[in-house]
């Protein structure tokens, strides 16, 4: 029969790999918000002044070092269980804090800013698509047609009456054509879907973090008092 102290190693191994995948999965959201084609195609068009190129890098480099952070948290603490060493869950916990000290300000961000973004990449689309209705000749004219191959859509809804002969040229052949589906709504429409998953991914992490932060608390505690030293280094890693 086991004591409860005993199966704590037991218990946190698994959880450590939870906070090892967790990492992983904010790894590949961020790759895929970097180097999506519907991200890089409004990235490698936008002007310095516009801040979409800088949130773009900034949310890729902030999830990297989010992942990375988490990652060693979770290898940390399983070395911490393994060896029961104070130092180790200490370094764990600091670990959590640190990516819990990011989280937050990047919540906040997401909720008080939440059409920054959006509103980014549009302007960047309404630039490119004013500069090719008023010099069909300009080379903005095939960043337009990438714009509207990646997205599927097909101009925009202007006061102008001009638009027809542009989307003629610029939007790509097919149904989407025929359909004449705006790019701003396309464009917005991705976003929100895009940005739920951000969302999710965010609450969940906080929730994990602190979770991480008690159980390396407890532990730290646990080894301090000495609840278990009669059994220390009686068990492996499987």
């Known amino acids: 029969v086991h004591t409860p102290q005993e199966l704590l190693p037991c218990q946190s191994l698994p959880k450590n790999l939870l906070f090892q995948l967790l990492g992983l999965s904010i790894a590949t959201l961020s790759t895929v918000t ?13 002007l310095d002044n516009n801040s979409y190129r800088v949130i773009h890098y ?11 952070t988490l990652i060693l948290a979770a290898l940390l603490s399983s070395a911490a269980t393994v060896r029961e060493s104070q130092r180790l869950t200490t370094m764990g916990f600091f670990c959590f804090a640190l990516a819990f000290s990011g989280l937050i300000p990047a919540a906040c ?6 059409t920054e973004v959006e509103d980014s990449m549009m302007d960047v689309y309404d630039l490119v698509y004013e500069e090719v209705r008023r010099n069909t ?3 903005r004219r095939y960043e337009l047609a990438a714009i509207h191959e990646v997205f599927l859509c097909c101009g925009k809804h202007s006061p102008f ?3 027809a002969n542009i989307e003629s040229k610029m939007c790509p052949s097919g149904p989407v054509h ?3 589906q705006d790019c701003l709504q ?9 940005l739920v998953f951000v969302s999710t991914l965010l609450g969940v992490t906080i929730g994990f973090t602190i979770y ?10 646990s080894i301090h008092f000495r609840s278990n030293l009669d059994r220390k280094g009686k068990y492996i890693l499987r």
């Open 212 to 221: 991480g932060m008690i159980l390396t608390s407890f532990f730290w505690f």
């Open 178 to 180: 025929n359909a004449g």
């Open 34 to 46: 970097h180097y999506g084609l519907h991200f890089t195609v409004m990235s490698d068009i936008s």
């Open 137 to 139: 000749s300009s080379i």
């Open 186 to 194: 396309e464009i917005q429409d991705f976003l929100k879907k895009h």
């Open 161 to 163: 009456g001009d638009t």
């Open 58 to 68: 900034a949310a890729f480099y902030f999830g990297i070092c989010l992942s990375m």
């Open 109 to 114: 961000w997401r909720y008080t800013h939440s």
